[in-house]
Each structure stands twice: as C-alpha cells, then as structure tokens.
C-alpha cells in the first residue's frame, strides 16, 4: 500500500516544486515548507497561497479532498524575526477561506512553537 500511495501522490512534489516550495508527505499528512527573509513576506505568502491553490485543484482533478479545517499555518524564526514580521497577523487566503497563523501546531504528534522552542 504505501508504494501506491507514492506513486499517486507523486505529482504533488512537481507542483510544490513549481512554487520553490519544500513538502514533506506523510500517510495522512502533508506539510509544505518556505524559507524567507524579511524582504519577501508578501511574495511568499502569495507563492504559498497560489501553491496551496494548485494542490487543492490537483487534488480535486484526482478525486481527493484538500480539509481546509485542518489546514494550519506557522511562521517560525528567532523571536526578533518572528515579532518585526508581525507573524501572528500574518495568513493565507485560499479562495473562500482564510488560514490564521497560530503560534503553536502539531507536526507528527510533536508541538512545534513559532519561537522554535
């Protein structure tokens, strides 16, 4: 089984790609990665926000669901970094709904900070 599932998920590394966008896939998880400067926090979030949009219409091409109710965001760095960004105000809008950061998520049972702690 999970040879199958590689294989049907395949695609999905291709369109993170085309967005310079980092995955990492699990059985039932997905996560996407980006790293950034200060610079460049409004083309990002709209990078990862047209990334997010062509997953969620590869996926529908495919007879999958993207769960906007258990999308979550994070933006992480030094506690400097993640202050002068303003990171808790910062989210996602994908078409109808919009994702808040949160300053805690679960990655794999494990509770990642966005101070990194």
Known sequence: M???FILYTADL???ANEHRVT???FANDTQLYVHFG???TTLTIIRLQHCIM???HWMSANRLK???DKTELIWTGTKYSVTARNARFLSL???ADVILSSQHVRL???VISAALS
């Open 93 to 95: 809008r994908l078409g």
């Open 38 to 40: 200060r610079d460049n």
């Open 2 to 4: 999970p040879r199958l």
């Open 108 to 110: 794999l049972g494990v």
């Open 23 to 25: 995955i990492h896939m």
């Open 13 to 15: 590394t291709d369109v």
């Open 66 to 68: 993207l769960n906007m």
């Open 54 to 56: 062509d997953i969620n």
